[in-house]
C-alpha cells in the first residue's frame, strides 16, 4: 500500500505544478497583453497617451488640397498658440529652434541667420536666408495630408488651419531629410538620428491627441516599438520648453 500512496502524492504534486504553471502563464499573458495595449503606462507619458488614441484604417486622400484644407502657408491668422505676433509662423519656429538667430536688419520677425542642430539627422547646421547653406525646412510632424487621412478633414476648417501652424506640431529640420519624410507616418518613416525617436513619436502622438486625430494599426504598433525603449518619456505640451515660442524682443 506504501507505493500506492507515493503514486496518489506524485499526481498530486503534478496536479498542483501544473495549476501553477498555468497561473504563472496566465499571469504572464496578461503582463503582455497590458504592456501591448499600453494601459500599463504611467500617467503623463507618451505611451499614455498613445494607449487612449482611436485606432482605425486611413481615410481617402480625396479632397485634399494644401491650400484649401489647411489656409495659407504660415499664416500669423490663426487659432495656434502664439499667432497674432505679427510675425509668420515659419519665422516664430526659427526663431524658437535656431540658435543665436540673427534678425534681418530692423525686420523683427525675419531670421537672417542662426545654427541649427538638426534632431532629424543629429548634423549642425548654418543657416543663412536666401543663402547657399543647407537648407532648413519647418516639418509638420504629423504631415498634413497624413493628419487629412486619420481625422482633419473631420475638423473645422479654423481647427485645420490651428493644426497647421501650431508651434506642436511644426519642427526645423535638414530639408533633405524633411522632403524623405514626405507625408509618411511612423510605420513608414523615423528620423536617422535614432537618438530623436522618442522625442519625434512623442510630438506626433501629442499633436494626433489635441487635434482628436487617430493612428491606424501599423503607425500605433511603430510607436510603440519606439515607446518600448523609453517608456516614461512624457508627452509633449504647448508649454514644453521644446514647443513654446520664444518671446519676441
Known sequence: ????????????????????????????????????????????????????????????????????????????????????????????????????????????????????????????????????????????????????RTGAQKLTQGKREALANDPLNLIAADGPANRAKGDKDAAAWLPPNKAYACPYVARQIAVKKEYKLWVTAEEGAAMRKVLDTCPAHRLPAESSPEVALKPQG
Open 1 to 148: 500500500m506504501r507505493p500506492r500512496a507515493r503514486t496518489h502524492t506524485c499526481s498530486a504534486l503534478s496536479v498542483l505544478s501544473l495549476l501553477l504553471l498555468t497561473a504563472l502563464v496566465g499571469c504572464s499573458s496578461e503582463e503582455d497583453e497590458k504592456h501591448r495595449s499600453g494601459s500599463d503606462a504611467k500617467p503623463g507619458t507618451a505611451r499614455a497617451a498613445l494607449a487612449e488614441l482611436p485606432v482605425k484604417a486611413a481615410a481617402s486622400k480625396e479632397g485634399y488640397d494644401r491650400a484649401k484644407s489647411f489656409g495659407p502657408a504660415w499664416s500669423d491668422k490663426t487659432d495656434a498658440p502664439g499667432s497674432g505676433n505679427k510675425c509668420d509662423t515659419r519665422n516664430d519656429i526659427l526663431r524658437r529652434d535656431l540658435k543665436d538667430p540673427v534678425f534681418d536688419g530692423g525686420k523683427k520677425c525675419v531670421i537672417a541667420s542662426g545654427t541649427l542642430a538638426d534632431p532629424y539627422t543629429g548634423r549642425t547646421i548654418s543657416f543663412q536666408r536666401g543663402g547657399r547653406s543647407s537648407p532648413v525646412d519647418i516639418d509638420h510632424a504629423v504631415a498634413l495630408s497624413a493628419a487629412w
